[in-house]
């Protein structure tokens, strides 16, 4: 079977000769049962495992789970061969003594490697690590980045996008400059970007050859999630008041939460409102960005700002996919897109005032300003100028949608960059 490639799984392979328990975290549909298909086919063809000491057991199957839970040690020796076993389980969220059975599991039954995955990071992070401290290495599978999906479109193009995209990223990351150059494929990649953008990056709508299907393919993500993670594992069966809280965040997508507001929409209060943010979050649908601060007085220092992980899941739920050029949100979408191509797991927040200055995204107090706007020469906004004289940063960024340009202002080293190479 051909695969699409996901970075994460180089990052596994390195951690797979040791004992600790590897956990696979991400959303429902993310690829997250592929990869461990592909780590089982790694193992066969590179490492060369026998197939009879690899298991894969999913805990969605619900007399599965009872064995395992009735007796963990009995279940795994069931199954465990001669050498060495590779025991993969996938949609481990399900137990309920998650857990508890791996650590004696990891204790007491020698010669065995764990592989977990889970829909939700709720019970995997709080029940599971807390168990497993020392024991455990813990992972994020979202859906494709824009370089996978690239990857998946055409693979001549995504190597040269990468190399120049690295050059990107070592400036933002490390401060390290080296010549950027001209831009022959910048047009290609935008007509990409579109794709992308408007229908996001799941495995399956990737696949999907028409808009029709990818949409027909988004609306079963969306109902899925609710059906399993919501109503079936964590038990809310308000589903209406859930749906209108879902589709009121990705209207204001980018913007300020205001609990009181969408409690108002949703015909909720407010710690309900933000018990179901919180949800969201964990479950992989929003991303919750905190205000940067250091001075208390002038500075915002409360409420969050909303993104999404997928933005074909927030397209679908407000029944929008019109091209880029044709929609009002063209800014917020691609703050989005740069949001999450910065990389989920660095450490973001925003900088917004008192008096409403206000800069995109603060990495490490680096300030990354989003203008998606033809530009023909640098310009930087007042409130990003305001962010540089308060706090004189080394480098910052302002993503354009064309314009490479690398300057120097008040001693700070500015990249304006294409936001697609983000």
């Not at 880029?324 to 691609?334: A, C, M, N, T």
Request: net charge positive; with cysteine.
């Amino acid at each position: 079977m051909e695969y699409f490639e996901r970075n994460l799984l180089n990052e596994i392979k390195k951690w797979m000769d040791r004992r600790e328990v590897i956990a696979i975290k991400g959303p429902r549909q993310s690829g997250k049962t592929t990869l461990l298909e592909m780590l089982k086919e790694w193992l066969i063809k590179e490492k060369g495992v026998s197939e009879e000491n690899i298991v894969m057991v999913t805990f969605e199957d619900i007399e599965t789970l009872e064995a395992f839970e009735k007796n963990p040690k009995e279940f795994v020796r069931r199954f465990k061969g001669e050498d060495r076993t590779f025991f993969m389980i996938d949609e481990a969220q399900y137990s309920k003594n998650l857990g508890k059975n791996l650590k004696l599991l990891y204790d007491t039954v020698k010669d065995v490697k764990f592989i977990i995955t889970g829909s939700s990071s709720l019970e995997i992070l709080s029940q599971t690590a807390r168990f497993l401290v020392g024991r455990l290495f813990s992972f994020e599978l979202y859906p494709f980045n824009f370089y996978e999906f690239l990857n998946a479109k055409d693979k001549k193009l995504a190597k040269v996008y990468l190399e120049k995209q690295k050059k990107v990223k070592e400036f933002i990351l490390k401060g390290k400059e080296r010549g950027f150059g001209e831009d022959a494929l910048l047009n290609e990649l935008l007509t990409y970007l579109n794709e992308y953008v408007i229908f996001g990056g799941y495995p399956e709508v990737i696949k999907a050859k028409t808009p029709e299907e990818k949409k027909i393919v988004l609306k079963n993500i969306v109902n899925t999630y609710i059906e399993k993670d919501v109503v079936g594992y964590l038990h809310i069966t308000d589903v209406i008041k859930f749906k209108n809280l879902l589709t009121a965040l990705a209207f204001g997508i980018g913007g300020l939460v205001c609990y009181e507001k969408l409690a108002s929409l949703c015909n909720s209060y407010f710690k309900e409102i933000k018990k179901l943010l919180e949800i969201l979050e964990q479950t992989y649908v929003v991303r919750m960005l905190r205000p940067f601060h250091r001075n208390l007085i002038t500075e915002l220092r409360k409420n969050p700002k909303v993104y999404f992980f997928d933005l074909g899941v927030r397209n679908y739920l407000i029944n929008n996919f019109n091209p880029l050029e044709r929609r009002e949100d063209v800014g917020k979408l691609v703050e989005n897109f740069v949001l999450n191509e910065i990389s989920p797991e660095l450490s973001i927040n925003f900088w917004r005032t008192t008096a409403k200055a206000e800069v995109d995204f603060i990495l490490n107090e680096m300030p990354i300003e989003v203008k998606f706007t033809e530009m023909k020469t640098p310009k930087i906004t007042r409130s990003f100028r305001s962010f540089l004289e308060t706090y004189k940063p080394e480098r910052g960024v302002v993503c354009t949608k064309n314009l490479w340009h690398k300057t120097k202002t008040m001693n700070t080293n500015l990249l304006f960059v294409p936001a697609v190479y983000l």
